[in-house]
């Protein structure tokens, strides 16, 4: 059988890791695409370099053209520019959302059975335009975001319990930005309340909540306190990782629930609109979304985050994408 193929558009910071890590766990050959000459391509031999080493034999490839990207199975696109310390991921719209448009009709004419795991921020709008320019059916274009977020929160669960990462269990919806709602009340450590827990150790529900309120403002600072340290860009291992984790899920038809960026269709009350919600990725990409019941409270935060993606995506429209 015929290895698989996944093409990442976009050789930065998130593409250079992305290529190490499909390649150490021997999930698909890799094509890196990017604009700038030779970039992937030494990005690639470097890569390959290592191979004796770490013990991979799929094949990299580096590419300026998208006639590269054919007959791939899943496209990765973190093509467009990253943050700078004091910028929101909104202010890159006008600038990435021109470089999406040109992504999204390379991949169209040179991919186009491809599923589409995208990257590039601001994530709900880029999501949408490449749907939009596409065409693509929705169940195979998905956004990452959830998975990120999600592993951020739940690093800080782990840490302030003193227990293993692996064993929290933690999801953070909706939209990929300032409102984006960690899941306070169904966070666990293998099923047990994460509140709980927090009262436990305090011994007082007041503290309990101040504790857990401030791991939720961490969760969505999250972005921006890699991009003030980092001062020249944003996260890129954590990225690379959620996304390769999407790719593995959906290579090996694993029906993973992960929270990722997909097309609701009157879920959650929402219609044609992605957002951030627990999915099931398999082989064919977006199979399903699970719906949470959320109090009334999750609720609120939810549509308010929906809204801040509904004006997102009129904003880019108004700019004529
Ligand atoms: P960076 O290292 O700048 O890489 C972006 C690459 O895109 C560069 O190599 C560019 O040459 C390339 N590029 C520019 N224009 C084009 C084009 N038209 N076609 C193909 N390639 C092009 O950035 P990065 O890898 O650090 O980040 C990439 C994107 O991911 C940015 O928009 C970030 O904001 C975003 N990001 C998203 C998350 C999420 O969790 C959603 C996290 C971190 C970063």
Redesign the pocket.
């Known amino acids: 059988m015929a290895r698989k193929k996944i093409s990442l558009?976009?050789?930065?910071?998130?593409?250079g890791v992305l290529a190490q890590l499909i390649a150490l766990r021997k999930l698909a050959d890799v094509v890196l695409?990017?604009?700038?000459e030779d970039?992937p391509q030494g990005k690639t031999l470097d890569i390959i370099e290592a191979s004796r080493i770490d013990g991979f034999d799929v094949k990299l490839t580096g590419v300026n053209s998208y006639e590269g990207i054919k007959d791939s199975d899943i496209v990765i696109v973190?093509?467009?520019?990253?943050?700078k310390p004091g910028m929101s991921?909104d202010d890159?719209l006008v600038t990435?959302a021109k470089?999406m448009n040109?992504?999204a009709q390379g991949v169209k004419e040179f991919a186009p059975n491809a599923i589409a795991i995208i990257?590039?921020?601001p994530?709900d709008a880029m999501v949408t335009l490449f749907q939009k320019v596409t065409g693509f059916p929705h169940n195979r274009v998905i956004?990452?975001?959830g998975v990120?977020d999600s592993s951020r929160f739940s690093s800080f669960i782990a840490w302030e319990l003193g227990v293993s990462v692996k064993d929290v269990n933690a999801m953070v919806l909706g939209g990929?930005g300032d409102t984006m709602v960690p899941l306070v009340r169904y966070a666990n450590v293998n099923g047990l309340p994460v509140m709980e827990q927090l009262e436990k150790k305090y011994n007082s529900a007041e503290k309990a909540k101040e504790v857990m309120d401030a791991m939720v403002k961490r969760t969505k600072d999250a972005?921006g306190e890699v991009v003030k340290l980092l001062k020249t860009?944003?996260?890129?291992y954590s990225?690379a990782s959620?996304a390769t984790a999407m790719a593995e899920a959906i290579l090996g038809d694993q029906k993973r629930v992960l929270p990722s960026c997909v097309y609701l269709n009157g879920e959650y009350g929402v219609k044609g609109y992605f957002v951030g919600v627990p999915a099931v990725l398999g082989a064919n990409g977006c199979e399903r979304v699970l719906e949470v019941s959320l109090n009334e409270e999750e609720k609120s935060a939810f549509d308010k985050s929906v809204n801040a993606v509904v004006s997102l995506v009129a904003d880019m429209e108004r700019l004529g994408f």
């Open positions: 558009i976009g050789g930065g910071q998130i593409g695409f990017d604009i700038v970039m973190t093509a467009g520019l990253p943050r991921r890159l990435n470089i040109s992504v990257i590039s921020n994530l956004g990452q975001a990120l990929h972005g860009g944003s996260a890129f990225p959620a």
